[in-house]
Nanobody
Framework: QVQLVESGGGLVQAGGSLRLSCSCT??????????MGWYRQAPGKQRELVAT???????NYADSVKGRFTISTDNAKNTVYLQMNSLKPEDAGVYYC??????????????WGRGTQVIVSS
């Protein structure tokens, strides 16, 4: 019923930029979204928060990406973006879209995309 589709990953040189997108679609149910965001996981490491944004516009960034990454949302399209500038090799990993969503009649739940790979060459 809830589907998150990510796009925009790829290979980029250090110092370059990428823009990730994640579109959330819900079929057959009314719903409400509170937060949308991005997490990443590098090989051998735990998944970590990159950036999140509430529907009210409040943002939260990992210290390591502040000033370089910008999260934005299009609430009408239930889409979240991550503009990544000045990329560093340590930014590489699989980036996962996350949505904190309520299916009406159910409970608030975290939903995850399948991930999109970001590779940063030095």
């Amino acid at each position: 019923q809830v589907q998150l589709v990510e796009s925009g990953g790829g290979l980029v040189q250090a110092g370059g930029s990428l823009r990730l997108s994640c579109s959330c679609t819900v079929s057959g149910r009314s719903f409400s979204i509170r937060d949308m965001g991005w997490y990443r996981q590098a090989p051998g490491k735990q998944r970590e928060l990159v950036a999140t944004m509430t529907t009210g516009g409040s943002t939260n960034y990992a210290d390591s990406v502040k000033g370089r990454f910008t999260i934005s949302t299009d609430n009408a399209k239930n889409t979240v973006y991550l503009q990544m500038n000045s990329l560093k090799p340590e930014d590489a990993g699989v980036y996962y879209c996350n949505v904190f969503l309520l299916l009406i009649g159910s409970t608030w739940t975290d939903y995850w995309g399948r991930g999109t790979q970001v590779i940063v060459s030095s």
